[in-house]
């Protein structure tokens, strides 16, 4: 079982940016490709972007595209998402999300398995 700690958010200005942090609880976090996802107030989790296990591979939604950077680093067994142009409809609560099936890089959440507790994300216009 892996357990996931997101940090990173706040409160930020239009045009700003901010950096999310998620944490693995276990060394084989290396093994997972790693998910961001978020849900905004009355609506579902949308997907947001993901990287693949090495690092490599790397999707994002349309609406970040440009905007948002996911990397990781396994030797802190941690994966980053760096939000950069940030707009008042970014505002949401972002969740890390494990994906354990190896090669796999999913844009839909039901293929996760793990998921952090989330981190509020505010966007003032």
């Known amino acids: 079982q892996v357990q996931l700690v997101e940090s990173g958010g706040g409160l930020v200005q239009a045009g700003g940016s901010l950096r999310l942090s998620c944490s693995a609880s276990?060394?084989?976090?290396?093994?997972?490709?790693m998910g961001w996802f978020r849900r905004a107030p009355e609506k579902g989790r949308e997907f947001v972007a993901a990287?693949?296990?090495?690092?490599?591979?790397?999707k994002y939604a349309d609406s970040v595209k440009g905007r948002f950077t996911v990397s990781r680093d396994n030797a802190k067994y941690t994966v980053y998402l760096q939000m950069d142009s940030l707009k008042p409809e970014d505002t949401a609560v972002y969740y890390c999300?494990?994906?354990?099936?190896?090669?796999?890089?999913?844009?839909?959440?039901?293929?996760?398995?793990?998921w952090g507790q989330g981190t509020q994300v505010t966007v003032s216009s």
């Open positions: 276990r060394r084989t976090f290396s093994t997972y490709t």
């Open positions: 990287v693949s296990r090495s690092g490599g591979s790397t």
């Open positions: 999300a494990a994906d354990s099936l190896i090669g796999r890089i999913a844009t839909t959440s039901t293929p996760y398995d793990y």
